[in-house]
């Protein structure tokens, strides 16, 4: 149950915060899901289109406004490159946030 925890954590917050759309969900539950494919590293390195294109967000706009409300609302870190040849690194979860790494 513990490899669950984030999306739990995610879902019980965002219930009660009016800021959060659908669009933001879609990007998280992406972003969770890179983070558990990769093994579960303190954190991850992904280019936005390929992101988006899991997330089935098509506009830059719609997805940069999403991971930086993300970022400012606390519900993970956002450290863009601003290099076309780097990875953007995300941290999904708070470090004290137990999970199970099956």
């Known amino acids: 149950m513990e490899l669950y925890r984030p999306l739990w954590v995610f879902f019980e917050r965002v219930g009660n ?3 959060i759309c659908i669009a933001h969900i ?9 983070w558990q494919s990769a093994g579960f590293p303190d954190h991850i390195e992904a280019y936005s289109y390929e992101v988006m294109e899991v997330a089935r967000i098509s506009s830059r706009a719609t997805y940069h406004r999403c991971i930086r409300d993300l970022h400012e609302f606390g519900y993970l870190q956002y450290f863009p490159s601003f290099n076309k ?3 953007s690194k995300i941290i999904l979860v708070p470090r004290d946030l137990p999970v199970c790494k099956r």
């Open 26 to 34: 879609g990007l998280f539950a992406t972003l969770l899901q890179l």
């Open 17 to 19: 915060d009016p800021r």
């Open 85 to 87: 040849k780097r990875r």
